[in-house]
């Protein structure tokens, strides 16, 4: 094995160790405040089903591009090679669809009341799990072809595929191709129209309120902002982080489809840039919220000292 190879394996596996780890402590805040009985936002929800969605993509694509990176590449069966491709593309939609229902749901929230979408931020919370349950469908139908197109590396029967590592393309006609990948390219195209909107308004939104701090109490500047500013300006920099690492994706792809059958360096390059987005999102919503992991904290705090008194309550009557 090429020292590049050991190079890009030992990259991939800390990119897909280190994402689940940061998903997992995600989740693990949650959870522990949903444990707590803390009443929770709507986007958390979202956040929820990100989190889920980020695991899929990591764990079926991460992994075995990390094994085949090191240079395990029979390690899968045909069967195996179409649910692994399945479950990641998947994984990977929903992923993309959560960053833009999370966007558009922070945008209403932080909406005016005297806005016209005073009546749909009353609503919202209560089609939040709606919106995530059709996005799921969606995904899962979507991506039906996708177990048609791969086969593992062992079928000798394809003369001409394109080498995924660990499992490789069948030599579809050029019009078949073309229509899978647009069909497949459908949702993110949509997300990627909806979400520079969302964001527009959410900066419209905050600079009118900054306008409006400024008009009220002077030139003098906000010690603390808000929850509802910080947790804006994490959705803010989770879109942007995604719409930059999709660009570099699709560009990708674009030096993919020209050169035919690309090498396994750029198949690698490609599949990391695509893991990014997972591995990295969880750091970008715990280093910019903090009240997640210090909340969770203060509610077992709390909680724990209600236990303690009403233990002392019951001694002290007891004696």
């Known amino acids: 094995m090429a020292s590049g190879d050991l190079m890009m394996g030992m990259i991939f596996l800390t990119l897909t160790v280190g994402g689940i780890l ?6 693990s805040s949650y959870l522990c405040l949903d444990f707590s009985g803390c009443r929770l936002r709507c986007t958390d929800l979202i956040i929820k089903h990100l989190v889920a969605a980020n695991f899929l993509f990591l764990l079926f694509r991460g992994v075995p591009q990390s094994m085949a990176a090191l240079g395990f590449r029979h390690f899968i069966s045909d069967l195996g090679c179409k649910l692994v491709f399945y479950v990641h593309r998947v994984g990977r939609g929903m992923s993309f669809s959560s960053t833009c229902l999370l966007s558009v749901f922070q945008a209403i929230t932080i909406s005016p009341r005297d806005s016209r979408w005073a009546e749909l931020k009353v609503k919202a919370p209560r089609y939040t799990g709606t919106s995530l349950f059709l996005c799921w469908i969606l995904h899962l139908l979507v991506n039906i072809i996708v177990p048609m197109c791969v086969t593992h590396n062992g079928n000798n029967n394809i003369t001409k595929r394109r080498d995924f590592g660990y499992c490789s393309g069948g030599n579809d006609e050029r019009t078949v191709y073309v229509i899978n990948v647009a069909l497949l390219s459908l949702p993110d195209v949509l997300c990627l129209g909806i ?14 309120h900054k306008q409006r ?11 603390r902002s808000s929850p509802e500013s910080r947790a804006t300006h994490t959705v803010l920099l989770l879109v942007s ?8 994706s699709f560009i990708m792809h674009i030096w993919w489809a020209i050169s035919g059958n690309p090498s396994q360096l750029l198949v690698h390059l490609s599949a990391l840039i695509n893991a990014c987005f997972p591995a990295l999102s969880p750091f970008i919503l715990m ?20 236990n303690m008194s009403h233990v002392c309550t019951c001694t002290m009557a007891f004696c």
């Not at 940061?22 to 989740?27: D, E, H, S």
């Not at 701090?213 to 010690?223: D, E, K, T």
């Open 22 to 27: 940061g998903n997992f402590c995600l989740l």
């Open 195 to 208: 979400m520079p909107w969302a964001s527009g308004s959410m900066v419209l939104i905050l600079y009118r």
């Open 213 to 223: 701090f400024q008009h009220l109490h002077g030139n003098s500047p906000s010690r």
């Open 241 to 248: 982080t995604f719409v930059s690492l999709y660009t570099l």
């Open 287 to 306: 280093s910019r919220d903090t009240n997640v992991p210090r909340l969770c904290w203060s509610r077992i705090s709390s909680s724990a000292l209600r």
